[in-house]
């Protein structure tokens, strides 16, 4: 099939998946319509509760294998929406949506540039495209769950909005429940251990924390105090304080790195990570997939933004469509000339590198 139909069969795929709802968890609808897609292209697929996965006709065991990921879940549309957020609206050039920009353009692009490939002969690289569920919610079902299942994976495309740029990097997550206690009173009563003016320190002590170590892609970590709750009236004094901190980690450290750095010299009376499973990511810059995309005139950055690359054991590159920036907003949007870009800067890249 020539490319040009393949792009415009995208670019209808991605209306369909914007006009059908497709909350985390509740991708079913969507997973018929990427089914549908193998379908009529006579792609051999596989589907693992809502996620949809196939490989290249031609797979060979031996080969390397490289994964091309982008979810078709989405978050729950915000109440600023103008334009109804589950119709497709062409206006101006601009795809209107939920999910039109994160990530189904990046998505439906992916697709189509297996598509293309899917047919081909001694290729230098396996190819296996995980269409995932539940990237927005870092679910237990989504692409973390297919990692066992799928053939082994060497090298990645993470499909998310970076205007076609190439993210060689990107920061983990690790969110804290901490804990700063006092004694309990009534508030008539003196008391010099007041939980909540104790936190003071508590929360000047987190604001100038720094970690040491930078990185060249990703910066600094990023330390954020994010959600702070305490007492349940107004003549109690409450005998604790709950913080929530959002930690953003760079390729310096890893997430058990950073819990033990907090746990040792925070002044809280507890921290706590939720999870440690959502590391930092990267991808070597003299790696053929970075070499061939600078060779296109792409740039490249680190990321400070949270996707399934996370969850991967592997080099991953996230590259897609889009523009980060709109991702999660009001009148959501992808330009249709994004997706054509971007599924030639796809197939020119994977002709430089598996071909």
């Known amino acids: 099939m020539a490319l040009q139909e393949l792009t415009n069969d995208a670019i209808t795929l991605l209306k369909q998946l914007i006009e059908t709802q497709s909350f985390s968890s509740e991708e079913d609808p969507t997973a018929l319509l990427i089914e549908a897609w193998f ?3 006579q792609i051999i697929y596989k589907r693992t509760k809502n996620n949809v996965w196939a490989t290249n006709k031609y797979f060979e065991e031996g080969k390397p294998t490289l994964l091309l990921n ?3 879940d989405t978050v729950k549309p915000n109440s600023a929406y103008t334009k109804d957020p589950f119709k497709a609206i062409v206006e101006d050039g601009k795809l209107y949506g939920l999910g039109s920009n994160d990530a189904g353009g990046c998505l439906v692009s992916l697709i189509a540039t297996f598509t293309h490939f899917y047919n081909h002969k001694n290729l230098k690289y396996n190819l296996v495209i995980v269409a995932s569920a539940e990237e927005e919610s870092s679910g237990p079902n989504g692409l973390n769950s297919m990692l066992s299942i799928i053939p082994k994976v060497d090298v990645a495309i993470v499909g998310e909005p970076t205007l076609m740029n190439l993210a060689v990097a990107e ?6 429940d901490a804990v700063v206690e006092g004694t309990p009173s009534h508030a008539a009563h003196p008391n010099d251990d007041n939980a909540i003016y104790n936190t003071i320190d508590v929360l000047q ?3 100038d924390f720094k970690f040491e170590k930078g990185s060249e892609a990703l910066g600094d970590v990023k330390l954020t105090v994010t959600q702070i ?9 409450p005998g604790h304080v709950d913080l929530v901190i959002d930690v953003r980690v760079n390729d310096a450290y890893s997430n058990a790195e950073i819990a033990k750095i907090l746990q040792e010299k925070a002044p809280c009376t507890s921290i706590t990570p939720r999870s440690l499973r959502l590391n930092s990511s990267s991808i070597p810059v003299n790696h053929d997939l970075v070499k061939a995309g600078i060779s296109l005139g792409r740039t490249t950055y680190g990321s400070p933004t949270l996707s399934d690359q996370a969850v991967l054991y592997c080099p ?3 590259l897609g469509p889009g523009d980060s920036t709109r991702s999660h907003s009001a009148d959501e949007f992808i330009y249709i000339n994004e997706i054509e870009e971007g599924i030639k800067i796809y197939v020119e890249l994977l002709n430089r590198v598996v071909v």
């Open 316 to 318: 991953s590159l996230k």
């Open 70 to 72: 982008s979810h078709h």
């Open 171 to 176: 920061k983990g997550l690790v969110v804290f």
């Open 39 to 41: 379908k009529k292209h």
């Open 205 to 207: 002590w987190f604001k």
């Open 229 to 237: 709750s305490a007492g349940s009236q107004h003549n109690v004094v």
